[in-house]
C-alpha cells in the first residue's frame, strides 16, 4: 500500500475538476496541474494502474484520511 497522503482534503483540493472514473495516469496529471508536490504525485504514482471510480476510490487506495 503507498504512503498516505496528508489528508483527505489534500487530495480533494489535487484533484479537484477531475471526471471519474480516472486512470492512474489522470490522477497524476490532474494533480500535477492543480499544484500537487512530489511527495503526493509519488504516492499517487505508487497507486495500482486501474481506473478509479470516485474520489472515495482513490481515497481508499491511498489511505488519505
Partial sequence: MPRTLTSAATLAH???GINFPAGKQRL????????G????LNII???PE??????DDVMLATGAR
Fill in 45 to 47: 504514482q505508487q497507486m
Fill in 50 to 55: 486501474r481506473d478509479y471510480a470516485s474520489l
Fill in 14 to 16: 489535487l484533484l479537484r
Fill in 37 to 40: 508536490d512530489c511527495d503526493v
Fill in 28 to 35: 497524476l496529471y490532474q494533480a500535477q496541474q492543480n499544484g
